[in-house]
């Protein structure tokens, strides 16, 4: 279970900004997770939210938090592979303050592993790690893995022989992490591989034939339960009232099938069904799977291509205590207003809404931070501009523009 992520000097984002998933208020348990640590001595419950949103206008940094999510990740993954001398690609400082030119991109993550809260952070520039560190907390009490001052470290209890021997081996734009897990420290691997397990999907992914292709291999690959992901996939593309009946691996590619006017089955490319089917039967296996296994799934601009109904539907799974039984979580940035109706049943703290302000950075806050804003119709009062985070458009100094542009 993720409950924050937190980045600052990353793109449009300057000072620090916080996504959160700890719900704000705990009378109110709609569409929250609980998680117990039952050897914890203190501070053993943490609650999460199933789903949360992220909206804002054009070019306010919703992508930028989703995609410092996924290079964070990303990062994890491969710095190992990194060699000497080699520019961190992670470092992407805010461009509009020539002093964050000199300053490291930090980012840091409060995630769930076996019901213990671990906490991983990173600070870097251009091709040096600054800082690094790890701690959890095992009996609610917070305990040091190790921290690290750029090529200086320092352990935690436990790791006396196996420690040296790793710190030697990292270099100045690797990760200690990466290189722990490699090493098999169980913990490293343990954090190592829940981040790694993070579906993030940025913009250019998830509207992209490579998500395609890579998300219908789960289809048809040879897994515990295999059948069962393909008959929901099909039942709920047939529920969704696509016309498509069915769909087949062949030639290393997915199929449809439709039927025609005598009741026989007619194959189609993929290709040839629009983007929101493609998208749906792409999609769905993804979140079955989360669902399942308790997963974080993370998406930016998830409603482009789908039908509001079929959106509201994905995101009503999520926040159902009877499907979503072990955990599983949804983040997602789009400009679909619909999904925030009274019938969507959105928490407060779950809608955040992101603007940029006067000098152009990335601010984030959530409506349960507004004063004054209670329950109510979350859709209306953000159209009305009363909850801000919406475009502001000079439209009758650009009418009088273009009328001079066309009488001229």
């Known amino acids: 279970m993720l409950l924050n992520f937190r980045v600052s000097n990353f793109r449009s984002i300057n000072e620090m ?181 993070l579906l993030i999907f940025t913009t250019d992914l998830f509207h992209s034939e490579r998500f395609n292709e890579a998300a219908n291999r789960h289809l048809f690959r040879s897994f515990e339960g295999e059948s069962l992901i393909l008959d929901l996939s099909r039942s709920l593309i047939q529920k969704l009232d696509t016309q498509v009946v069915d769909f087949v691996e062949k030639d290393g590619g997915i199929k449809t099938i439709h039927l025609n006017d005598k009741n026989e089955r007619i194959e189609f490319e993929f290709s040839d069904e629009s983007s929101g089917t493609q998208r749906t039967i792409s999609f769905s296996p993804l979140i079955f799977l989360a669902l399942r296994y308790g997963d974080v799934i993370v998406v930016d601009e998830f409603e482009r291509s789908l039908h509001p109904e079929i959106a509201q539907y994905i995101l009503s799974l999520f926040n159902d205590p009877e499907v979503n039984k072990n955990g599983a979580q949804f983040i997602f940035a789009t400009h679909d207003t619909i999904l925030l109706s009274p019938e969507n049943n959105l928490r407060r703290d779950q809608i955040n809404l992101v603007e940029k302000n006067s000098k152009g950075e990335t601010e984030l806050y959530t409506v349960s931070d507004i004063k004054g804003i209670r329950e109510g119709n979350f859709e209306k009062w953000y159209v009305e501009g009363r909850l801000g985070a919406v475009p502001n458009i000079a439209k009758e100094t650009f009418r009088h523009e273009l009328i001079e542009f066309i009488n001229s």
Request: net charge positive; aromatic share 10%; with cysteine.
């Open 17 to 197: 900004i916080e996504l959160s998933m700890i719900p704000a208020d705990l009378k109110n348990s709609a569409n929250v997770i609980k998680k117990i640590n039952p050897d914890a001595t203190k501070n053993k419950d943490y609650y999460g939210l199933t789903s949360a949103a992220i909206y804002g206008p054009n070019a306010s940094g919703k992508s930028n938090i989703i995609r410092a999510l996924h290079e964070f990740k990303e990062y994890i993954r491969n710095s190992t592979d990194n060699k000497p001398n080699d520019t961190i690609k992670l470092f992407n400082p805010f461009h509009l303050c020539e002093a964050n030119m000199l300053k490291p991109s930090s980012f840091s993550l409060d995630i769930l592993i076996e019901n213990v809260l671990h906490t991983y952070s990173v600070e870097v520039f251009q091709k040096k790690v600054m800082n690094e560190s790890l701690f959890f907390y095992p009996k609610g009490l917070k305990v040091k893995v190790f921290e690290r001052n750029e090529q200086t470290f320092n352990k935690g209890n436990g790791y006396e022989g196996i420690f040296e021997t790793i710190k030697q081996r990292t270099t100045e734009n690797q990760l200690f992490l990466g290189k722990a897990a490699i090493e098999n420290v169980e913990i490293a691997k343990s954090v190592y591989e829940r981040i790694s397990l």
